[in-house]
């Protein structure tokens, strides 16, 4: 039986030639028993995890990765303990929907920041972007198809670093010995298959880090700042508004979370 796409309303809807982008803020924990949707569509997680289920087969979800539900497709989901910021793309037409007639999972080749820019950005200009972002979102399940190229070794302990040390400040030099390459090598190849910049996958790393400890609600606004690496609880603010389009405050607040020991200004 055909149902709604998810119980929860979305916090922003765009109607495209073709197609419709929402954007939602799904509730920690949030289980949506089977069902299935009237228009092929395609998932991008910006934050926090989830996982389908198409009968046995569990696919799971975290920031930045892509997944197409195809028109009539039996599944259910469920979110993670940090709920998850997603944006979905609902295709009417015939020739998107044979695109999309298979379960894929693929990678968004642009920073999440970036989508959310496209999807908020002046009224005008809207359409035109997510339209020309939906074309490029068919060119990355296409590159998921034909297989991406294997990340470096060296350039895995560099992402392996950022991950575990989300404080530290490091320059490109130190990155570069890290990796035992030249520092324009370093930054092409980050590029190629990171498609972000250093400075934008370190911010990534670091607004990551800094919801998972919004969401444990034991540290407040300043600890986590520092924590994550960035200079004071307005730098967070500023960051976390760039990334998510929201402030941490509302970021908690759109999940039913709190977090006593942190005010904002």
């Not at 039996?74 to 940090?82: L, R």
């Not at 970036?114 to 972007?129: G, K, N, S, V």
């Not at 980050?190 to 540290?219: D, M, N, P």
């Not at 200079?231 to 603010?237: N, T």
Request: glycine letters at 10%; charged letters at 25%; aromatic letters at 6%.
């Amino acid at each position: 039986m055909l149902q709604p796409m998810t119980p929860v309303s979305p916090i922003l809807q765009v109607a495209c030639d073709g197609f419709v982008v929402r954007e939602f803020v799904q509730p920690p924990g949030l289980k949506i028993p089977e069902h299935a949707h009237k228009e092929a569509t395609l998932v991008i997680v910006i934050s926090g995890g989830a996982v389908d289920r198409f009968g046995r087969h569990e696919i799971p979800l975290g920031p930045g990765q892509l997944l197409v539900r195809p028109v009539g497709e039996e599944h259910a989901h469920q979110y993670g303990p940090e709920g998850a910021h997603i944006v979905a793309f609902s295709f009417a037409d015939a020739s998107s929907q044979r695109a999309l007639q298979r379960t894929q999972r693929g990678s968004l080749r642009i920073g999440t920041h970036l989508l959310l820019q496209e999807l908020h950005t002046a009224e005008p200009e809207r359409p035109l972007a997510l339209e020309c972002r939906a074309a490029g979102l068919f060119e990355d399940l296409g590159g998921a198809r034909g297989g991406e190229r294997r990340i470096p070794g060296w350039l895995q302990r560099v992402c392996d670093a950022i991950h575990d040390r989300c404080a530290w400040k490091p320059s490109l030099q130190e990155l570069a010995e890290l990796a035992g390459v030249h520092q324009g090598h370093l930054t092409r190849a980050f590029r190629t298959h990171l498609h972000a910049s250093i400075g934008e996958y370190v911010r990534e790393r670091r607004v990551e880090r800094a919801e998972r400890l919004l969401a444990e609600g034991r540290r407040s606004f300043a600890e986590i700042a520092l924590e994550c690496g960035f200079f004071d609880q307005s730098h967070l603010i500023r960051a976390f508004h760039r990334a998510r389009g929201m402030t941490p405050l509302c970021w908690l607040q759109m999940r039913g979370l709190s977090n006593r020991k942190s005010r904002q200004s």
